[in-house]
């Protein structure tokens, strides 16, 4: 994956920042370190005194400060880098998109206040583009029988079958508003979508709870039925929060023991409660044979 440079932009300092000032011959300024009031002033780059009195240049995306009793050049939020260098963080797949990148595959990035490591995501740049994705059932070569560490930290290859993980997902859906879209297949080959025009899950201290479902679209029905999960909580085999995850062999956001799942068993029998299937639904719509959950800002 190539990168690519972000746009310079203008910033106004409001600090009061030291340059130096180099005395003409005759002059009477004999000072050649002076405090300037910038604060009316528009600039690129910002002159900075750090701690060991040096004089550096900060990038446009950074700013003079002391933090910690050092002061230095520090990049700005959504930015890395050292002070002087600060690349743009892709907090998701919409700002891959944004800048210019619309082929499918897999990018790096890192949310919003994620103080993990960067990782990597699926990027759907179909249907509007910007589309992180969070599952993807392909043809149940993995296990979504799993622990709740395990649907916590995330499981499987996210160019093929995968769970992003909940701590992930958490992060992503908190950092702005987002929309879900559910691509599924059904077993009779048919394809159907739902999507919702807003989505957000908790963190893990309120058990990852469904705290925002959106108004329903799409022509896989049954979108009414998933909305009513809104403040249901994630349960998973080792972890039962109400739900019966034992009978649906997943986990997922159950709050009673009669509920659809598309974390479901891909190799469940026919008809099975057990295997992948959208809400109240029977006949095309249980053994789904293709899911992707994705998510993108509104």
Known sequence: MDYFNTKDYLHINHDI????????????????????DTTSYTTIRTNCLTSNGSVIECSANAVCDVRNDVRKCYCMSGYHGNGVNCTKHMADCKDWYDAGNTTNGIYT????NWSGASF???????DGGGWTVLQRRVNGSVDFNRTWIIYKEGFGDVSH?????????????????YQLRLDFV???GNPFYAQFDSFRINNESDNYRLSRIGEYSGNADGGSS??????????????????CPDD??????????QIRSLN????AAKNAKSSISWYRYSGPYDNIKYTEMKIRPV
Do not use: A
């Not at 990035?109 to 919003?112: E, G, N």
């Not at 649906?248 to 023991?257: R, S, T, V």
């Not at 479901?264 to 190799?267: A, L, T």
């Open 161 to 177: 079958e995968f769970w992003l993980g909940n701590d992930k997902l958490y992060h992503l859906t908190n950092q702005g508003n």
């Open 120 to 126: 990597d995501v699926s990027c759907n740049m179909t």
């Open 264 to 267: 479901g068993d891909y190799h």
């Open 186 to 188: 059904s077993r009779s």
């Open 248 to 257: 649906y062999h997943c986990g997922w956001w159950f709050g009673k023991c």
């Open 226 to 243: 998933f909305r009513k999960r809104l403040n249901y909580i994630f349960s998973t085999s080792d972890r039962n929060n109400g739900g």
């Open 109 to 112: 990035i890192i949310p919003t």
């Open 17 to 36: 920042t030291h340059i130096l000032v180099t005395s003409e011959p005759g002059s009477s300024n004999e000072d050649t370190s002076l405090p300037v």
